[in-house]
């Protein structure tokens, strides 16, 4: 599939783990397609998910705080706009 790469090939470029974006694409976190067995995404989802792993990893968020990160910005993401998006839903860290 053109411009899609699969699954696990993303998860090693991004030092993960597949089972972890699968757990994305099962809370809708990001989108893939199968085909022959095998998931693929595409480039602005392999960007979305080292996103959503950053936010995991360096801001500690919840399913919660990321699923309204995630509902409220628009690519390009922005850290910096984290706390504020967080503050004015009264949602803590």
Same mark, same amino acid.
């Given at each position: 599939?053109?411009?899609?790469?699969?699954?696990?090939? /993303?998860?090693?470029?991004?030092? %993960?783990?597949?089972? +972890?974006?699968?757990?994305?694409?099962?809370?809708?976190?990001? @989108?893939?397609?199968?085909?022959?067995?095998?998931?693929?995404?595409?480039?602005?989802?392999?960007?979305?998910?080292?996103? /959503?792993?950053?936010?995991?990893? %360096?801001?500690?968020? +919840?399913?919660?705080?990321?699923?309204?990160?995630?509902?409220? @910005?628009?690519?390009?993401?922005?850290?910096?706009?984290?706390?504020?998006?967080?503050?004015?839903?009264?949602?803590?860290k």
């Amino acid at each position: 599939m053109p411009g899609y790469e699969p699954i696990a090939a /993303i998860a090693a470029s991004l030092s %993960t783990d597949e089972s +972890t974006l699968l757990e994305f694409h099962r809370k809708g976190w990001i @989108q893939a397609r199968e085909r022959g067995g095998t998931l693929f995404a595409s480039a602005d989802q392999r960007y979305r998910a080292k996103y /959503i792993l950053h936010l995991v990893q %360096t801001k500690n968020l +919840t399913d919660d705080q990321i699923q309204l990160v995630l509902e409220t @910005q628009r690519p390009p993401y922005s850290l910096a706009a984290v706390d504020e998006i967080l503050k004015q839903h009264a949602i803590s860290k």
